[in-house]
């Protein structure tokens, strides 16, 4: 099965641009999670999409938002960009929609974003 | 507060020798703890889950309910194990949330 794939790969934006990232889970997986990932906080959970449901959302201001399609595809967006928004941002996919024995995450490459 | 600590940003030893990549958590009630690895340009991967207590390339972990630590321990330090290694804490419930630690870089010396 191919992997998580997650679109673009790299991204260049400027203050107060909006910006969209996507995430196409591996085959057949309904659960998506979405990270962001910065060498001072390591991975910090932004939210979880399972069957298009928002069920957890971490703890980030509301200028990031996303959804997720009935295909499973997941978008994020952040709004009004600010330079503190630079990171890797990574999504997660899995088939169940919990942490049980069995049920693994798969982690994309991530998307590189840099807010100049 | 739930929370996962690594205290080192950055741990450098010889091969072969002994590898502890510390991690403490802070739970109430029965946690469920993970180590993912990231080696030099790859994907963020599991490398093993207490539940499971199995040894994954010489790798193993001891949850310690009295200490709320979860070490990972390798007797014998191989080149290949230089990466960036993050301990997590699954909070429970129907989620699949993960709370990382800062994550820990080993690097293995020749």
């Known amino acids: 099965k191919a992997g998580v794939t997650q679109t673009p790969r790299y991204l260049i934006k400027t203050r107060g641009q909006q910006v969209t990232l996507s995430c196409s889970p591996i085959s057949g997986h309904r659960s998506v999670s979405w990270y962001q990932q910065t060498p001072g906080q390591g991975l910090q959970f932004l939210f979880e999409?399972?069957?298009?449901?928002?069920?957890n959302k971490g703890n980030f201001p509301g200028r990031f938002s996303g959804r997720q399609f009935s295909n499973s595809r997941s978008e994020m967006n952040v709004s009004t960009l600010e330079l503190g928004d630079s990171a890797l941002y990574l999504c997660?996919?899995?088939?169940?929609?919990?942490?049980?024995?069995?049920?693994?995450?798969?982690f994309g490459p991530g998307t590189r974003l840099t807010v100049l | 507060a739930q929370r996962v600590t690594q205290p080192e940003k950055l741990l450098s030893v010889f091969k072969g020798a002994p590898v502890e990549l510390k991690c403490n958590y802070s739970y109430s009630g029965s946690p469920e703890l993970f180590w993912y690895v990231q080696y030099s340009r790859q994907r963020l991967q599991l490398l093993l889950r207490?539940?499971s207590r199995e040894s994954i390339k010489g790798f193993t972990a001891d949850l310690n309910k009295g200490e709320t630590s979860f070490h990972l321990k390798k007797p014998f330090a191989q080149e290949e194990d230089s990466a960036m290694y993050y301990c997590a804490l699954h909070p429970g419930g129907a989620t699949n949330k993960l709370i990382f630690g800062t994550g820990t870089l080993l690097a293995v010396q020749p």
């Open positions: 999409y399972f069957s298009e449901t928002q069920r």
């Open positions: 997660a996919s899995s088939p169940k929609d919990r942490v049980v024995f069995g049920n693994e995450q798969f």
């Open positions: 207490h539940i």
